[in-house]
T-cell receptor, first 112, second 109 residues
C-alpha cells in the first residue's frame, strides 16, 4: 500500500470545468511535489512545496494552481484545461527537498 | 535541461538473466537516485548513491557511479518476472532534480 494517497484515481473533465486533485501524506514529510507524466515518458516536475511554501514552479501554466493547506495535504486546482493536459498526475513527498521521494499512484486525468 | 538520459530505452530478457541499464547526466550531483515504476502505478524509490560513493548494493540491485564520466548504472541480478517495470534515474544537484528518460524492462518468464 502506498503511503501517499491521491484522489480521485481517475478524472474526466471538460475544458470549461473546475476540479481539484488531492494528495495526502502522514509521514511528517516537509517537501511535497506535483509531477505530470505522459505515456512512456518520465515524470515532469511541476511544483515543489517546502515547509508548506511554494519553492519551485516549473513555468507551469496558470490553469494549474497548487495549494498546500497544511503539512499533510497538497491540492492541485484545475481550470480551463486543454486536451494536451491529459496525463497521469503524480504527487510525491520526502523528508526534505530532493531526498528519496514517496509517490502516490496518481490521478489519471482526461480532458474532453 | 538537466535531465538524465538512460539507455537502453527498452530491454527484454529471460527470467534469471541479469539486466543492466545506464544513466548519463550533465552536471555535478550530490547524489543519484534510482526508481522503479510498475505500469499504472507511482514510482518507488530503489536506491540512492552519494557522489562520494562508487558502488552500492541492495539485495539483487547493484548501482555504480562514475562522477568523472557523469554516469551511473543499475544492475538487477537473477531477474524475475516481477521486475518488469520502467526504471528511472534521478540525478540530484542539491537544488534540482529531474528524472532520466527511463528504461523499460521486460522479464520473460
Amino acid at each position: 500500500d502506498t503511503e501517499v494517497t491521491q484522489t480521485p484515481k481517475h478524472l474526466v473533465m471538460g475544458m470549461t470545468n473546475k476540479k481539484s486533485l488531492k494528495c495526502e501524506q502522514h509521514m511528517g514529510h516537509r517537501a511535497m511535489y506535483w509531477y505530470k507524466q505522459k505515456a512512456k515518458k518520465p515524470p515532469e516536475l511541476m511544483f515543489v512545496y517546502s515547509y508548506e511554501k511554494l519553492s519551485i514552479n516549473e513555468s507551469v501554466p496558470s490553469r494549474f494552481s497548487p495549494e498546500c493547506p497544511n503539512s499533510s495535504l497538497l491540492n492541485l486546482h484545475l481550470h480551463a484545461l486543454q486536451p494536451e493536459d491529459s496525463a497521469l498526475y503524480l504527487c510525491a513527498s520526502s523528508q526534505q527537498d530532493w531526498q528519496p521521494q514517496h509517490f502516490g499512484d496518481g490521478t489519471r486525468l482526461s480532458i474532453l | 535541461s538537466q535531465q538524465g538520459e538512460e539507455d537502453p530505452q527498452a530491454l527484454s530478457i529471460q527470467e534469471g538473466e541479469n539486466a543492466t541499464m545506464n544513466c548519463s547526466y550533465k552536471t555535478s550531483i550530490n547524489n543519484l537516485q534510482w526508481y522503479r515504476q510498475n505500469s499504472g502505478r507511482g514510482l518507488v524509490h530503489l536506491i540512492l548513491i552519494r557522489s562520494n560513493e562508487r558502488e552500492k548494493h541492495s539485495g539483487r540491485l547493484r548501482v555504480t557511479l562514475d562522477t568523472s564520466k557523469k554516469s551511473s548504472s543499475l544492475l538487477i541480478t537473477a531477474s524475475r518476472a516481477a521486475d518488469t517495470a520502467s526504471y528511472f534515474c534521478g540525478p540530484n544537484t542539491g537544488n534540482q532534480f529531474y528524472f532520466g528518460t527511463g528504461t523499460s524492462l521486460t522479464v520473460i518468464p
